[in-house]
């Protein structure tokens, strides 16, 4: 069965991380079908060329000298070209595109040109088939990727041929190239994959996986071995960035699993990602996957005598923050209170609004607000069914005088969800992790 590998735009950079694709792709057979981004950054001051491409049609837009940039976009792809003795004829294509900058230039069409540029190159080096994604993968005019379309003309394309395809973009119905949002390789990789019945996707990065925490709170965390979808879903909406959100739909509706590995470390397992694990994968001693959060929320408490018996009190407030387009977080309850998490930012413009409106629809008792909070999720699939987790856990905050100022727990077990003072934020995720996990 065939792997779908797609490699990022740090394992992009340069000749010498095509090498390390190379041999990746190499030692695998399997590995015949490679998703590559555009070249990234190869130290830290550097640019990605799809930030330079963006730059160019800005350039462009505004009348302002664009050559500049665009020979910054061309050196790169001269350079690893002429290093690997590549027979691509880059200077036509690098023409191509060049002589489009003076004509009226569609954005999607410029910057998808990287990952097409990067496609044509790692084709011709690792001497597997080039398919531009413009061929296969098929937008609707919604925007939204026609599945069915898209899958059916892979497997016809790629089907018996080991191939290269450049993420990012695809085909409107009118020809036109559309890109996906920024990061969209990965979502091409995942399409791939179903397409095709993949055995495994395979993203390569320049991580080892995920890690448990975030390394600039907790000191060289484990890495996560296997996460379940629900569970990364958990990790990323509470902050965790990991992978574009859209490149789990395509390979969870068909269990593949996604396997996150890092370029540089080949030999590292990494992190597998699936819908869910046998039981002797599971790790049964480890009781949390990972720990996350965010900082400055708000939090609104409402009181109000005899609420919990009345009707349609919290449906009422909800719809007042809705009206203002505020998403509400969480609700954790009391008996004749509840409060409603909201992220400051976002709520800072209408908050007094709101709660002005909150009192002249329910007139309650009392409303507070409490500004600083961050919430911090502690999230594992092992929590579920057993008996003093939740205990063991506050316990550990408590001796470290870290005071909890909000609890949610949802009545799957997957995660314990508390509210911290923004001064406790880091130290309560070093004290979870540190009684957990060490
Ligand atoms: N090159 C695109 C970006 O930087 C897509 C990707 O790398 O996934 O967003």
């Known amino acids: 069965m065939r792997k779908v590998v797609k490699f990022g735009g740090s394992s992009m950079a340069n000749a010498k991380q095509y090498e390390k694709v190379k041999r990746i792709v190499q030692a695998d057979p399997d590995r015949d079908v490679v998703v590559v981004s555009a070249a990234g950054k190869r130290f830290k001051e550097d640019h990605k060329v799809t930030d330079l491409l963006y730059l160019c049609y800005a350039h462009l837009q505004y009348g302002v000298e664009s050559q500049s940039i665009f020979e910054m976009i061309e050196s790169r792809y001269r350079g690893i070209c002429n290093e690997l003795e590549l027979k691509v004829d880059i200077e036509s294509e690098l023409a191509a595109i060049r002589s489009q900058l003076k004509k009226d230039v569609r954005q999607d069409w410029l910057v998808s040109r990287g990952e097409y540029l990067s496609a044509m190159l790692m084709a011709d080096y690792l001497g597997f088939q080039f398919v531009d994604s413009a061929e296969w993968l098929k937008f609707k005019f919604d925007g939204s990727v026609d599945t069915a379309a898209s899958y059916a003309t892979l497997k016809e394309i790629a089907d018996d041929r080991a191939v290269v395809i450049p993420g990012f973009y695809g085909v409107l119905p009118d020809g036109n190239v559309k890109v996906l949002t920024r990061g969209g390789s990965d979502v091409t990789g995942a399409l791939a994959a179903a397409a095709l019945d993949a055995e495994i996707y395979e993203n390569w990065t320049d991580v080892s996986g995920i890690l448990m925490a975030d390394p600039r709170i907790v000191d060289n965390p484990d890495t996560i071995s296997y996460i379940t979808y629900s569970e990364l879903r958990e990790l990323s909406y509470m902050g965790a960035d990991v992978l574009h959100e859209a490149s789990i739909f ?151 005088g870290i005071n909890v100022r909000m609890i949610s727990q949802g009545p799957e077990e997957l995660n314990i969800i508390l509210g911290v003072n923004n001064n406790d934020f880091e130290k309560t995720i070093r004290v979870i992790y540190d009684s957990f996990v060490k």
């Open 250 to 400: 395509p390979v969870r509706e068909k269990d593949i699993p996604l396997n996150i590995r890092n370029t540089n470390d080949p030999e590292h397992p990494g992190t597998i990602i699936k819908e869910s694990f046998p039981d002797s994968y599971s790790e049964k001693d480890k009781l949390l996957t990972g720990i996350t959060g965010k900082r400055n929320y708000s939090i609104v408490t409402i009181s109000k005598n005899g609420m919990s018996s009345s009707l349609g009190y919290l449906r009422r407030i909800l719809e007042i923050f809705e009206r203002y387009g505020i998403c509400v977080e969480f609700t954790p309850c009391g008996i004749d209170s509840f409060s409603l998490v909201v992220s400051t930012v976002a709520s800072s413009k209408f908050i007094y609004t709101i709660l002005g409106e909150i009192q002249e629809e329910i007139e309650p008792d009392s409303i507070d607000l409490i500004e600083g909070v961050s919430v911090v999720a502690a999230v594992g699939r092992n929590m579920a069914h057993q008996p003093g987790s939740s205990g063991a856990l506050f316990d550990a905050l408590g001796k470290n």
